[in-house]
Antibody, heavy 122, light 115 residues
Framework: QVQLVQSGAEVKKPGASVKVSCKASGYTFTGYYMHWVRQAPGQGLEWMGWINPNSGGTNYAQKFQGWVTMTRDTSISTAYMELSRLRSDDTAVYYC???????????????WGQGTLVTVSS | DIVMTQSPDSLAVSLGERATINCKSSQSVLYSSNNKNYLAWYQQKPGQPPKLLIYWASTRESGVPDRFSGSGSGTDFTLTISSLQAEDVAVYYCQQYYSTPSMCSFGQGTKLEIK
């Protein structure tokens, strides 16, 4: 069965960087785009961007351009999202989510990781 | 950017009654070449990731109970729960995935509770 398993919770200081991993199993990793979505405490869902695991191509939401980097390691079927220059308002749960159409970046998202809480605090 | 606006922000419905949630997009999400609306609905329970309920505005995801239905086209969409069950208490989000290249945006969410 398809599973996306994310890395554990992180606590970071303002100005630091965080790298969250998302390990995929149960399907061909390179066949489906991986998106990243975050959710601040008590708030809604915010789309951050995607990575094409096959080519490594990426597309980031304008808000995050210049401070988010999405990468992948196809040998271990894992996608990564790194956010730099963290601020307190980056405190959120970060989700990876698979776009359901094979070979297309378009949503919707049929499988989600369990989420990774990133807390930014001095 | 396409802005998604849901109404109401919160809703209380009695068990067994109908619940209706609306979603409006700032521009059409109907793709004329295939006549599909690039609109999805998700359910999120506390401490869990969102769960896909509906895509293409009206197609139920596998395993989703048939009391959940989606309708609408263009810019106006509705999620209906025909007979509310206790396990349906959650926050519901609409999502457009029309924007290119493969971008998306979500509504602000509607919190559904039992009256």
């Amino acid at each position: 069965q398809v599973q996306l398993v994310q890395s554990g919770a992180e606590v970071k200081k303002p100005g630091a960087s965080v790298k969250v991993s998302c390990k995929a199993s149960g399907y061909t990793f390179t066949g489906y785009y991986m998106h990243w979505v975050r959710q601040a405490p008590g708030q809604g869902l915010e789309w951050m961007g995607w990575i094409n695991p096959n080519s490594g191509g990426t597309n980031y939401a304008q808000k995050f351009q210049g401070w988010v980097t999405m990468t992948r390691d196809t040998s271990i079927s894992t996608a990564y999202m790194e956010l730099s220059r963290l601020r307190s308002d980056d405190t959120a749960v970060y989700y990876c989510a698979r776009a359901f159409a094979h070979g297309s970046g378009r949503g919707p998202y049929d499988y989600w990781g369990q989420g990774t809480l990133v807390t930014v605090s001095s | 950017d396409i802005v998604m606006t849901q109404s109401p922000d919160s809703l209380a419905v009695s068990l067994g009654e109908r619940a209706t949630i609306n979603c409006k997009s700032s521009q059409s999400v109907l793709y004329s070449s295939n006549n599909k609306n690039y609109l999805a609905w998700y359910q999120q329970k506390p401490g869990q990731p969102p769960k896909l309920l509906i895509y293409w505005a009206s197609t139920r995801e596998s395993g989703v109970p048939d009391r959940f239905s989606g309708s609408g086209s263009g810019t106006d969409f509705t999620l209906t729960i025909s007979s509310l069950q206790a396990e349906d208490v959650a926050v519901y989000y609409c999502q457009q995935y029309y924007s290119t290249p493969s971008m998306c945006s979500f509504g602000q969410g509607t919190k559904l509770e039992i009256k």
